[in-house]
């Protein structure tokens, strides 16, 4: 079935630092990748998406591109900020315009040291 | 647009009596739900589907008389966890599909509901 791969957290980063967190994806034919965060004690926020191969996704200094060769959808912002200590959730569903359900990654802390 | 309003935040119960969480969607029809479960630190697991004016759909290995889903009408979807038990302590969230907002919109979630089981 579908499924979703995230690296394993927890992530600690010094403020301004590079992020990158990796998510790769199996599914069938060409699902619709979503980024979602979630900040202490609250649900989860979307964070971006991309519903087509070599589209990029964009928000809040995020990015990340559908890479339909590797299958991946990694999470990149070029300078941290303590603020953006959460959880972070990788994403996929393969019928979006359907309302299909959302598989989820397993997750990764990232914390941001000032 | 697209509010998923998901009540209680938090509830504390004793072991054997049942709880019910609630979601309703504010300013759409919801004619879907995903009904979630996140234990500490990891991911969200999908429970169960329910559709209005169906049954629900449940996921491999969900008990459903333990996890009872009703969506009774296009703004309410309800999970009650009968008979609970300290192990069915966790965060529960509801989410709505983007059926009726247009992907915009997204998934919209509820606040998530923190269960203790006592």
């Known amino acids: 079935g579908d499924s979703v791969t995230q690296m394993e957290g927890p992530v600690t980063l010094s403020e301004e630092a590079f992020l990158t967190i990796n998510c790769t994806y199996t599914?069938?034919?060409?699902?619709?990748l979503f980024w979602y965060v979630q900040y202490p004690g609250e649900g989860l926020q979307l964070l971006l998406k991309a519903t087509k191969a070599d589209d990029k996704g964009s928000n809040k200094g995020f990015e990340a591109t559908y890479r339909k060769e590797t299958t991946s959808f990694h999470l990149e912002k070029g300078s941290v900020q303590v603020s953006d200590s959460a959880v972070y959730f990788c994403a996929l569903t393969r019928y979006v315009n359907q309302g299909g359900k959302l598989i989820f990654g397993q997750g990764t802390e990232l914390s941001v040291k000032p | 647009g697209a509010v998923v309003s998901q009540h209680p935040s938090r509830v504390i119960c004793k072991s054997g009596t049942s709880v019910k969480i609630e979601c309703r969607s504010l300013?759409?029809?919801?004619?879907?739900m995903f009904w979630y479960r996140q234990f500490p630190k990891q991911s969200l697991m999908l429970m169960a589907t329910s559709n209005e004016g169906s049954k629900a759909t449940y996921e491999q290995g969900v008990e459903k008389d333990k996890f009872l889903i009703n969506h009774a009408s296009l703004t309410l979807s309800t999970l009650t966890v009968t008979s609970a038990h300290p192990e069915d302590s966790s965060f529960y969230i509801c989410?709505?599909?983007?059926?009726?907002?247009?992907?915009?919109?997204?998934?919209?979630f509820g606040s998530g509901t923190r269960l203790t089981v006592v």
């Open positions: 989410s709505a599909p983007p059926t009726v907002t247009g992907l915009n919109y997204g998934y919209t």
């Open positions: 599914a069938t034919g060409y699902p619709s």
């Open positions: 300013d759409f029809q919801a004619t879907t």
